[in-house]
């Protein structure tokens, strides 16, 4: 996955705009699909997905950490800060050069 390309709504859906198709930047979509994707899931990639459902019930918070900040650089997304708390998680970075 890369920074610039087709873009989804909160729904999965590709965006339409009134000139066709939207076109932009995709991290954070990116981010979400990452997190929500298990290992596994896409044949082309399959090392790619981080499993985020799995984090139910789950007290290791460091060890979520460990997973996202290492699932997100297999795609190439770099973390420079990751908080997890109250049902939220915050991931500031972007993708290597």
């Known amino acids: 996955m890369k920074r610039t390309g087709i873009t989804i709504n909160a729904y999965g859906f590709i965006q ?9 930047d995709t991290l954070e ?4 699909l990452l ?19 799995d984090m ?3 007290d ?4 979520w950490q460990w997973r996202i900040v290492e699932g997100l650089a297999i795609d ?3 973390v420079k800060e990751l908080a997890i708390n109250n049902n939220t ?6 993708y290597e050069s």
């Open 89 to 94: 998680i915050n991931i500031t970075g972007g």
């Open 76 to 78: 190439g997304i770099k």
């Open 35 to 53: 997190l929500a994707l298990q290992q596994g899931e896409s044949k082309e990639h399959p090392l790619l997905g981080i499993g985020i459902s």
């Open 56 to 58: 139910v019930n789950d």
């Open 16 to 24: 339409v705009g009134a000139s066709g198709i939207e076109i932009g």
């Open 60 to 63: 290791n918070m460091l060890d």
């Open 29 to 32: 979509q990116n981010e979400m």
